[in-house]
């Protein structure tokens, strides 16, 4: 068990290559789970790559139990590392690739024994031990190569997308495992995923990260309530929250966001929130409101009507436990999250309701959030903030 | 992977662990550089100089170029190598293709046939070139086992003929490489994704039909390295002209490799030999860039 | 399996097309069957008697006579061979293994470089490499003919090595490295027990193209040291005496044997080679 910290790493292949890291700055306690998630080509594997010493850094410090790592090579470093594709030796048997780190180690031979035998029985592989790893289904691939790592009883574990590469049930299952592992052992983890769902799930933090840039460290529920950025309000969640874009109005002292429902058989519908829990001088500014799906509720029979506006049903999705319904505001699809029964079908119109509070506010331009002070945005450097803008609006 | 490190507090056992690759490539890349083209570069210095049976650097500028374009052996070499090469090439992927349709009709014993085909490949040109002298024997070899088998006014002497001993060469050298041709396009006709074929067969193709303008110009990569390999053997064959003919009858059947041998080698004129290899090295490259700049582009759009 | 096969099995094309291809293999055969027949005849039989004729009395003297002037050289060969083989393939395993696993800076510039190697017409570079053995003093000596073949063997040893490594995932070697591993022993552990395939085809390869070799061997080695090779093409071609052509055929085949016995144990790693050889990079 080792605290890790990343004291403003960089890494940059030379000139202007892309999957470079940029001053990443986190710190975990022992036996904690970070979560390091972002789509393709963000850095998390490279910087993945970095802890484990595969890669060097170019610049800053990595810090395991406050002792600075970055200059030893993997083999000192105590960490070990599941692979996306399991990377198991494939000429050796299970028991051989589980062992093999040991002997590397010049553990004695009724050491590796009692080691591969303890693990085994951890992850219920025993069976397959005499097993090539060609012989293995993927699931089992999956057990052998944490096997191989916990077998080391190292400070660190690294996971690098462990679960990519099963089919959704069996991911399902064993991201249950993986949680339940290390709630047993409480080994700090370092864990890569593109997934938003494994990263809300495992984490005790988790670092968004985005051209080399973390764009948001916080715990699962800071990340998903408050995203610092559009970026990260648009990664987390699924489906994804709704972005619409407005301008900010003040009537009577008080801030207003006006929506407008399209001309339907209702006719055209309108409705001002009233925000005057934000923070700062917003009054014209060209921002984009974010709510998520499931905040967006059918309005109650005693609704003031003030936060609320009438639309016309475009889609229903039925996904099972919930139904997603599709209107559309201010020119802008629009997806609400319902329960089935309460389901409306498609044509009929709708009474919805806001909450003003838990909508969020973005700058247009720089996708900033608005109207907080003192968040977690202080380390966030927007990169090219109107193409992202765009590209949302687009949705 | 980079190998700049920030901090070096690494051990020198670590750092030597660094340097290893580089360490193990280093003899090849030795290797690569002096005897690949270091070398190239020295028989281009010779082919300047008047070197005879010893290299010598006197400097003689274009001088070995010209006797080469005014020597009528090297013509004939030349020319040689022309007709020989368009018609082994072009006889070989022949040959080849057909077989290799033919096999990929489910035929019983498939791999029992595939194994004749291809035997040749596995033997040295110069065992290839004694067998066929010895079969194209005049008076001994085809010639009398026909007439044996009562084709009273068969004759068959294109060996000793000027005029045909190339073509006795060409004979050689298509029983040598069309097994070849073939194990390259059956490997490529089976590769074709099935569902197109049977997409044509739908649409009301017949079988002769769907190979000509379906299968086989999907091939066009198989096709390309074929040919490549064949000019190749083509542009380097020595061993056979020198088994079979040795260039012979007087230098009817010479090939600029049996030149560059005999002028470099047992006739003292070290100049002429380099630069008939510069010369032949000309030819490679004139076949390759092209090549390996389709396949650069191939990739690229991957 | 392509299925493109006509309806009925026993129809006229069906039949023309096994007919073409028997005809095939009578033509691929016929120079092998020849070769045989006549090494086993006696030297008037070879005249009086025609190529397919059975031989009115099977001798071994075409054989022994055969074996009597190129046995020698049939074994300057083994020496020249094994060594080469061995060596250029282990070499092309270690390079492979770096150009696929542990690149750097110029390592991919190296692969290209090398590469060109499997085309290089060595007519061009037979002048300095003669200068170079004389110099080291291995001219006319199976050493030297050895040493030239590993070199000039090394582009395509390293090409079937780096192109087999190159599939293979390198989180193999990054997560033998976090156990513990250093290059050679990941190299000697994990990546050449698996590479079993690459080197069947490379050893065969190899033992083709340097037991098959007449250039180098005409031009590095005389006398005592020619590779069998050479010694076949030197009693073939003499003009001194009566020919004795079932001495002849007996040396080719004592030639030919080893590479024909090789392909046809191990044929599936030969082709391979040979593809894998065609369709470079």
């Keep these: 068990m080792a605290t890790l910290e990343l004291r403003n790493v960089n890494k940059s292949y030379g000139s202007g290559l892309p999957d470079t890291l940029k001053n990443i700055e986190i710190q975990i306690d022992s036996g904690e789970f970070l979560i390091l998630v972002g789509p393709s080509g963000c850095g998390k594997s490279t910087l993945m790559n970095c802890i484990a010493g595969l890669e060097d850094i170019s610049g800053g410090a990595i810090l395991v139990d406050d002792a600075d790592i970055s200059g030893m090579s993997p083999k000192d470093r105590d960490i070990a590392m599941v692979f996306q594709s399991y990377a198991l030796y494939p000429t050796m048997t299970v028991r051989g690739n589980i062992a093999f780190g040991l002997k590397m180690r010049k553990l004695a031979p009724a050491a590796i024994e009692e080691e591969v035998a303890r693990v085994a029985k951890l992850l219920q592989i025993e069976h397959l031990l005499e097993r090539k790893p060609g012989q293995l289904s993927g699931g089992q691939q999956q057990r052998v190569a944490m096997g191989r790592a916990l077998a080391r009883r190292p400070k660190i574990y690294l996971f690098d997308e462990p679960l990519s590469n099963l089919d959704a049930k069996l991911r399902v299952e064993m991201r249950t495992e993986i949680k339940l592992m290390h709630q047993r052992l409480k080994t700090t983890t370092v864990y890569v995923t593109h997934d938003q769902i494994e990263a809300m799930t495992l984490g005790d933090k988790v670092a968004v990260m985005k051209d080399g840039i973390i764009q948001q460290f916080g715990s699962p529920r800071e990340i998903y309530n408050d995203p610092a950025n559009l970026f990260v309000a648009s990664f987390i969640g699924s489906p994804p929250m709704n972005f619409i874009p407005l301008r900010l109005q003040r009537r009577a002292g008080q801030l207003l966001a006006v929506l407008e429902s399209a001309a339907g058989a209702s006719g055209q519908a309108r409705c001002e929130l009233p925000l005057d829990a934000l923070q700062g001088d917003l009054e014209g500014r060209e921002v984009i409101l974010g709510i998520r799906p499931e905040q967006i509720l059918l309005a109650q029979a005693d609704a003031n009507g003030q936060s609320s506006i009438r639309a016309e049903v475009d889609v229903i999705e039925p996904t099972g436990p919930d139904t997603l319904v599709f209107v559309t505001l201010n020119q802008t699809k629009v997806c609400c999250r319902m329960a089935p029964d309460a389901a409306p079908r498609v044509g009929e119109t709708l009474e919805l309701q806001f909450d003003p509070a838990k909508v969020l506010l973005f700058d247009a331009q720089s996708g900033e959030r608005l109207g907080v002070l003192g968040q977690a945005q202080s380390q966030v450097q927007a990169t090219e903030p109107a193409r992202k803008v765009a590209q949302l609006k687009g949705r | 992977m980079s190998s700049i490190a920030v901090v070096t507090k690494a051990s020198p056992l670590d750092a030597l662990q660094r340097w290893l690759p580089k360490l193990v490539l280093a003899p090849s890349m030795l290797i690569v550089l002096v005897g690949f083209y270091g070398y190239i570069l020295w028989t281009f210095l010779l082919s300047f100089t008047n070197s005879r049976f010893m290299p010598s650097y006197k400097w003689v500028g274009l001088q070995q170029y010209q006797r080469l374009l005014d020597n009528d052996r090297w013509w004939v070499a030349s020319k040689n190598l022309m007709v020989f090469g368009g018609l082994f090439i072009t006889i070989s992927l022949v040959v080849g293709v057909l077989l290799a349709v033919l096999l990929d009709q489910r035929i019983r014993r498939e791999g029992v046939i595939r194994t004749i085909f291809l035997y040749p490949m596995a033997l040295s040109m110069i065992v290839t070139g004694t067998a066929w002298k010895w079969l194209l024997n005049p008076g001994l070899g085809l010639d009398k086992l026909l007439r044996d088998w009562g084709w009273e006014g068969f004759r068959f002497d294109w060996l000793v003929d000027p005029q045909y001993v190339v073509y006795c060469l060409v004979i050689a050298a298509v029983w040598q490489a069309s097994g070849f041709v073939m194990a390259l396009f059956l490997a490529g006709l089976r590769s074709v994704d099935q569902s197109i074929i049977r997409a044509a067969q739908v649409d009301g193709a017949s079988l002769p039909n769907i190979y000509l303008r379906i299968v086989l110009p999907s091939l066009g990569p198989v096709f390309f390295s074929a040919l490549m390999i064949l000019a190749h053997i083509a542009i380097k064959s020595f061993d056979l002209v020198a088994s079979m003919t040795a260039g012979g009858p007087g230098y009817s059947s010479d090939l600029p490799a049996m030149f560059m041998y005999a002028h470099t080698f047992t006739r003292g004129q070290m100049g002429l030999g380099a630069a008939s290899a510069i010369l032949m090295l000309g030819a490679v490259l004139a076949i390759l860039v092209p090549y390996l700049y389709s396949e650069l582009r191939a990739k690229r759009h991957d | ?281």
């Excluded at chain 3, 976090?178 to 395939?197: E, K, Y």
Aim: proline share 4%.
């Design chain 3, 1 to 281: 399996m392509t299925s493109l096969s006509a309806k009925s099995p026993f129809s006229l094309s069906r039949l023309a097309i096994y007919a073409t291809l028997l005809t095939a293999c009578a033509v691929y055969l016929i120079p092998l069957i020849v070769m045989l027949l006549t090494s086993f005849k006696t030297p008037e039989d070879v005249l009086t008697g025609n190529l397919l004729s059975w031989p009115e009395l099977f001798t071994g003297i075409g054989w022994s006579k055969a074996w009597d002037s190129v046995g020698g050289f049939f074994w300057n060969s083994v020496k020249i061979t094994i060594p080469a083989v061995t060596i250029s393939t282990l070499l092309g395993a270690l390079n492979g293994y770096v150009l696929a696993m542990w690149r750097f800076r110029g390592s991919q510039l190296f692969f290209g470089l090398l590469l060109f190697g499997c085309f290089l017409p060595f007519q061009v570079v037979l002048l300095p490499a003669s200068f170079t053995l004389g110099q080291l003093g291995l001219a006319n000596t199976t050493s030297g003919l050895v040493l030239i073949h590993v070199v000039y063997g090394l582009a395509f040893t390293t090409l079937f090595f780096r192109n087999y490594y190159v599939s293979i995932p390198d989180a193999l070697v990054r997560a033998a490295r976090l156990d513990g591993a250093g290059f050679f022993t990941i190299f000697g552990r994990i990546m050449l027990p698996m590479s079993v395939p690459i080197i069947m085809v490379c050893l065969i390869w190899q033992f083709t193209q340097i037991w098959n070799d007449f250039l180098f061997g005409v031009v590095f080695a005389s006398g005592d040291t020619q590779p069998i090779t050479v010694a076949l093409n030197n009693l073939v071609n003499t003009s001194t005496g009566a020919k004795e052509y079932n001495v002849d055929m007996a040396a080719a085949m004592i030639a030919g044997l080893p590479t024909l016995v090789v392909y046809i144990l191990a044929g599936k790693y030969f082709l391979r080679g040979l593809t894998a050889g065609a369709v470079k990079g």
